[in-house]
């Protein structure tokens, strides 16, 4: 995993650019040395400059990059960021079509796809990843996103071309490209609901999930290799299971590969636990029966006394962790976060530092901020279940009649203006239409069979607005802030031939039991205590102590002392929840005091041009 960044422009060089061109690749590149702690480097040429840094995972010597395809005078020039699980069956059949190698590493299968190829290399890979390839042949950039968008890129317009980076921070390295917000970003940023392409930044974009964009001298031109479709389901229920157990195995199995220390996080639910227990049995497989995979829990110091359930939270985490750990046989960890350190203003900072962005989830995002420093202590690879409640139905809207009847984005009804820090009603943002506008487009984008009933063609509508929306921010989340630490976070359940067969799976048989996420239910027997295969959903925990509302609501109190933060918050909304009594601050509430603090340490750090 690693952090890409560069450029390409078909503006005429001048005599004085170079020494300016290397230093602002550099500058560039350098934004990202968080995602790739282990080594870095650049390379320029007459109309392209190419920066990366790496977090070396696979082939450590040898996967060192920018790569081009022959030392001197190079054809082709790579910056690749993720994992391609079918690299090893790749390599065989590029050797076969006359391609020799240099290393093992993906990186170089990815080069010499692309040689073979050209623009349909995405067709040929599976797994993460977002890359850049400067062909000097055809002078061309290619940037490609995997399926699901699990990895992040993007992209600004610069005179001549355009700029690309794994971060917009990396991207404001270049003089042409200034942090700028206008009205159109708070609304996206604001709204929750988590579109792809623009961006809270004016001018930056980002480079669609499942997409690619070419740039020549005759522009930019942007096409999606891949999408969701609606196919007919053939297979009964004994099928489907045994289909999904394949599909899940084969994922898990296929992301195991590392040259350094792998871990999984193992939060208690049956998402996690399951796909921990797939990932230890393969270890004994490959490794041994004395083999035993690392796993990793978050807790609280107060959370077993001052645990109270929420709109999210139904329950305490640790001591199924810990069952699970156990029942499976892993070397488990708890890692216990004190309240005191979600508050450090310097954690806060890091983690909107590492966003880019205002709207985060508070106290949620800086402990996972910790658990990752933590983890990266003694692996560089982490498992995550993340995608399991979108493609198997886990999540509550998939079965509340009143999410089901309502015509806007199901988590709204969670996630909404309740939970969101209230926007200056003078800025005339009207977010509302803005929803409305959105959710009519986006189910016009739904794909779906001709024969489907009103059940089924709800459901279709349910999971296409999770997977290609509400996953997104999960993704972008977990990327960010494991990759400020120098963790690789690798997600099994985004395999896109189980996200493909779940979508077109009917949902009588996502439900054959009567709740939630049956099919994974069904594949988990035996790999999970009954316990956790029937444990209720139960979303990230959040600390439950009076002590960490009392310090939030301090920092909120200073945030707003800020002239700007209250030319943008609604003070009427926010008030209120400054005076609540701190044991009484319920969580959307909260969420709004986080969101005023995060959106003053994101105006100090970035100090963006506000142009509304």
């Known amino acids: 995993m690693c952090g890409i960044t560069g450029w390409a422009s078909f503006r005429p060089p001048t005599d004085h650019d170079a020494p300016a061109r290397a230093s602002v690749i550099e500058a560039m590149t350098a934004t990202l040395t968080p995602r790739g702690p282990d080594a870095g480097g650049v390379w320029l040429g007459e109309h392209a400059a190419i920066g990366h840094r790496r977090l070396a995972v696979i082939d450590l010597t040898g996967g060192v990059q920018p790569m081009t395809d022959r030392a001197e005078s190079p054809a082709l020039v790579l910056s690749y960021s993720g994992e391609v699980y079918n690299h090893h069956r790749l390599r065989s059949e590029l050797r076969s079509r006359g391609h020799d190698f240099r290393t093992r590493s993906d990186t170089e299968v990815v080069l010499r796809?692309?040689?073979?190829?050209?623009?349909?290399?995405a067709d040929h890979l599976e797994g993460m990843f977002a890359f850049a390839v400067w062909d000097t042949r055809a002078e061309r950039l290619l940037l490609v996103r995997d399926r699901l968008g699990v990895k992040p890129l993007y992209w600004a317009a610069v005179d001549g071309g355009l700029a690309f980076a794994s971060e917009p921070k990396a991207l404001f390295a270049h003089p042409e490209i200034r942090p700028r917000v206008d009205a159109d970003g708070l609304r996206e940023a604001y709204s929750l609901l988590f579109n792809t392409g623009p961006t809270v930044w004016s001018g930056v974009r980002e480079v669609e999930p499942g997409g690619l964009l070419v740039l020549d001298r005759s522009g930019i031109r942007e096409r999606r290799y891949w999408q969701l479709e609606a196919r007919p389901h053939g297979d009964g229920r004994d099928e489907t299971v045994e289909r999904f157990g394949e599909l899940v195995g084969r994922a898990a199995r296929g992301q195991l590969e590392a040259d350094v220390p792998l871990c999984s996080l193992l939060s208690g639910g049956i998402d996690s636990t399951v796909l921990t227990a797939l990932l230890a049995d393969e270890l004994q497989l490959r490794e041994g029966p004395s083999a035993r995979i690392r796993s990793y829990a978050v807790d609280y110091s107060d959370q077993a006394?001052?645990?109270?359930?929420?709109?999210?939270?139904?329950?305490?985490?640790?001591?199924?962790?810990?069952?699970?750990?156990?029942?499976?046989?892993t070397d488990h960890s708890t890692v216990v976060l004190d309240p005191r350190a979600l508050l450090d203003p310097e954690h806060r900072r890091a983690v909107v530092v590492a966003r880019d962005s205002p709207i985060g989830v508070g106290d949620m995002d800086t402990s996972l901020y910790l658990l990752f420093g933590e983890i990266r202590r003694h692996s560089t690879v982490a498992l995550s279940g993340e995608a399991a409640d979108e493609v198997f139905g886990g999540y509550p809207w998939f079965h509340s009649p009143k999410a089901l009847a309502a015509r806007t984005f199901p988590w709204l009804l969670v996630t909404g203006d309740e939970a969101?820090?209230?926007?200056?009603?003078?800025?005339?943002?009207?977010?509302?239409?803005?929803?409305?506008?959105?959710?009519?487009?986006?189910?016009?984008?739904?794909?779906?069979l001709d024969d489907e009933t009103p059940t089924e063609h709800r459901q279709r509508e349910m999971q296409y607005l999770s997977l290609t929306r509400w996953l997104r921010q999960l993704l972008h989340r977990k990327d960010r802030l494991s990759m400020a630490q120098g963790l690789e976070v690798r997600v099994p359940y985004c395999d896109h031939r189980l996200v493909e067969?779940?979508?077109?799976?009917?949902?009588?048989?996502?439900?054959?039991?009567?709740?939630?996420?049956?099919?994974?239910?069904?594949?988990?027997?035996?790999?999970?205590?009954?316990?956790?295969?029937?444990?209720?959903?139960?979303?990230?925990?959040?600390?439950?102590h009076p002590d960490y509302n009392r310090g939030l609501q301090n920092m909120?109190?200073?945030?707003?002392?800020?002239?700007?933060?209250?030319s943008l918050a609604d003070e009427t909304l926010i008030k209120p929840c400054l005076d609540t009594a701190p044991d009484q601050l319920q969580w959307g509430h909260r969420l709004r005091l986080e969101r005023v603090v995060d959106l003053a340490l994101w105006l100090d750090h970035h100090q963006p041009e506000l142009a509304l």
Request: net charge negative.
């Open 113 to 121: 796809a692309y040689a073979e190829w050209g623009e349909d290399v």
């Open 305 to 329: 006394e001052e645990f109270t359930g929420d709109v999210l939270r139904t329950g305490h985490d640790t001591p199924f962790a810990a069952e699970a750990g156990a029942f499976i046989g």
């Open 420 to 448: 969101a820090m209230p926007l200056n009603p003078g800025l005339d943002l009207r977010i509302g239409e803005f929803r409305d506008d959105t959710y009519r487009d986006s189910l016009a984008a739904v794909p779906h």
């Open 501 to 544: 067969y779940a979508f077109s799976t009917p949902w009588e048989l996502k439900s054959f039991d009567g709740r939630e996420k049956s099919l994974l239910r069904a594949v988990g027997a035996g790999l999970a205590p009954e316990s956790v295969l029937y444990r209720p959903k139960n979303h990230y925990p959040a600390t439950h």
């Open 556 to 566: 909120a109190r200073d945030a707003l002392a800020d002239e700007t933060v209250r």
